[in-house]
C-alpha cells in the first residue's frame, strides 16, 4: 500500500522514477545546446533547471499518481527541496542559469566551501517547477497545469532541433493565460527569493517546523574524522559557527571546557539549547 513503504524503497522509486521520465524529457524534449547528442564532450546550457529540476519534481509526482506513495510522502518530498535550497547560502549568489552553465565546474566538483558560493539546479529546478505548476493552476482557475505546458512544448520541440529558454517561457505562458516572462526572469536569472505565498495559499499548504527538528544546539558546521582527529570539514555561511571564525580543517579539542573525541562529539552538542553560548576550543 501507499502508506509506509520506507524511506530507502521510497528513495530508489524517486531515482526509478526520474530516470524513466528522461524518456521523454531530456531524451526528446530537450534545451536545444544538448542536441544533437555529444557524449564525448562538456556541453554548456543554462536550462538544466529544466531539463534535471523538471524531472526531479515529476519522479516524486509520478509515484504519487501511481499509487505508490501518500499525499504526505510527496509532500514531504517537496518540502525537503524546498529545505535544501533555503538553506542553502549559495543561492543568493548563484542564480539557478548560472549553476546550469557552471554544471562541469561546480556540480560535479564541489569543495568545502559549495554550500556558500553555488547551488543545484535539480533543487532549485525541482522547487520552480512547483512553484510554476502552482501559477499555471492560479492563473486558469485550475484549469490547466504545468502538465499541460510540458505536453504542449512536448509537441512543439521535442523532434530533431529542441527548445530555447526563451520558447519555453513563451509556451508555458501560453498555457496560462499569462505573461510569466518576469517570472522566468526573475526565477531563472536572479538570486532573489522565490515568493512561495501564492503556491501555498492556493493549494492550502503552510511552512511549519518539521517535526524531527532538533531542539538542540545546532553550530552550523560538518566534521570528519581522520586519524583520530576530530576536523572541521564544512562551515556554511551566516550560521553560529561561521560567526564563531571557525574553519575548514580547525581540529575540535573542547567543548564546554571538556575534553571530546570525535564520537563523543555529536551527543556532547546535545547538551546544549539554542542561543546558549558555549566555548570551544
Same mark, same amino acid.
Given at each position: 500500500g501507499a502508506e509506509g513503504i520506507g524511506d530507502e524503497y521510497l528513495n530508489f522509486l524517486g531515482l526509478a522514477s526520474h530516470e524513466y521520465f528522461h524518456a521523454w524529457n531530456v531524451k526528446r524534449l530537450r534545451p536545444v545546446e544538448l542536441g544533437p547528442f555529444d557524449y564525448e564532450n562538456e556541453v554548456y546550457t543554462t536550462s538544466l533547471w529544466e531539463a534535471e529540476g523538471f524531472t526531479d519534481y515529476y519522479a516524486d509526482l509520478v509515484i504519487r499518481r501511481a499509487g505508490l506513495s501518500s499525499d504526505d510522502e510527496l509532500l514531504a518530498a517537496v518540502g525537503d527541496q524546498i529545505r535544501q535550497l533555503q538553506t542553502t547560502p549559495g543561492r543568493q549568489l548563484q542564480s539557478a542559469a548560472d549553476a546550469s &552553465?557552471? !554544471?562541469?565546474? @561546480?556540480? &560535479?566538483? +564541489?569543495?568545502? #566551501?559549495? +554550500? #556558500?558560493?553555488? *547551488?543545484?539546479? &535539480?533543487? @532549485?529546478?525541482? =522547487?520552480?517547477?512547483? =512553484?510554476?505548476?502552482?501559477?499555471?493552476?492560479?492563473? $486558469? #482557475?485550475?484549469?490547466? $497545469?504545468?502538465?499541460?505546458?510540458?505536453?504542449?512544448?512536448?509537441?512543439?520541440?521535442?523532434?530533431?532541433?529542441?527548445? $530555447?529558454?526563451?520558447?519555453?517561457?513563451? %509556451?508555458?505562458?501560453? =498555457?496560462?493565460? /499569462?505573461?510569466?516572462?518576469?517570472?522566468?526572469?526573475?526565477?531563472?536569472?536572479? %538570486?532573489?527569493? *522565490?515568493?512561495?505565498?501564492?503556491?501555498?495559499?492556493?493549494?492550502?499548504?503552510?511552512? @511549519? $517546523?518539521? +517535526?524531527?527538528? +532538533? /531542539? !538542540?544546539?545546532?553550530?552550523?558546521? %560538518? %566534521?570528519?574524522?581522520?586519524?583520530g582527529r576530530l576536523l572541521v570539514s564544512q562551515v556554511v555561511r551566516g550560521t553560529p559557527a561561521h560567526d564563531a571564525g571557525f574553519n575548514v580543517d580547525d581540529e575540535l579539542l573542547a567543548i564546554g571546557e571538556l575534553r571530546v573525541t570525535a564520537e563523543q562529539w555529536p551527543a556532547r552538542l546535545r547538551h546544549y539549547r539554542p542561543g546558549q553560548t558555549v566555548s570551544v576550543l
Amino acid at each position: 500500500g501507499a502508506e509506509g513503504i520506507g524511506d530507502e524503497y521510497l528513495n530508489f522509486l524517486g531515482l526509478a522514477s526520474h530516470e524513466y521520465f528522461h524518456a521523454w524529457n531530456v531524451k526528446r524534449l530537450r534545451p536545444v545546446e544538448l542536441g544533437p547528442f555529444d557524449y564525448e564532450n562538456e556541453v554548456y546550457t543554462t536550462s538544466l533547471w529544466e531539463a534535471e529540476g523538471f524531472t526531479d519534481y515529476y519522479a516524486d509526482l509520478v509515484i504519487r499518481r501511481a499509487g505508490l506513495s501518500s499525499d504526505d510522502e510527496l509532500l514531504a518530498a517537496v518540502g525537503d527541496q524546498i529545505r535544501q535550497l533555503q538553506t542553502t547560502p549559495g543561492r543568493q549568489l548563484q542564480s539557478a542559469a548560472d549553476a546550469s &552553465y557552471d !554544471a562541469w565546474i @561546480k556540480q &560535479y566538483r +564541489p569543495d568545502e #566551501n559549495s +554550500p #556558500n558560493t553555488s *547551488i543545484s539546479y &535539480y533543487v @532549485k529546478g525541482a =522547487v520552480l517547477a512547483f =512553484v510554476l505548476d502552482a501559477r499555471i493552476r492560479t492563473s $486558469t #482557475n485550475g484549469a490547466r $497545469t504545468l502538465d499541460d505546458g510540458l505536453r504542449l512544448a512536448y509537441q512543439r520541440f521535442s523532434g530533431e532541433r529542441g527548445y $530555447t529558454r526563451e520558447e519555453l517561457a513563451r %509556451t508555458m505562458s501560453e =498555457v496560462a493565460d /499569462a505573461d510569466l516572462g518576469p517570472w522566468f526572469a526573475t526565477a531563472v536569472d536572479s %538570486t532573489r527569493e *522565490i515568493d512561495y505565498d501564492e503556491t501555498l495559499r492556493w493549494l492550502g499548504l503552510r511552512f @511549519k $517546523t518539521a +517535526p524531527d527538528a +532538533p /531542539a !538542540a544546539a545546532w553550530l552550523g558546521l %560538518t %566534521t570528519r574524522v581522520d586519524a583520530g582527529r576530530l576536523l572541521v570539514s564544512q562551515v556554511v555561511r551566516g550560521t553560529p559557527a561561521h560567526d564563531a571564525g571557525f574553519n575548514v580543517d580547525d581540529e575540535l579539542l573542547a567543548i564546554g571546557e571538556l575534553r571530546v573525541t570525535a564520537e563523543q562529539w555529536p551527543a556532547r552538542l546535545r547538551h546544549y539549547r539554542p542561543g546558549q553560548t558555549v566555548s570551544v576550543l
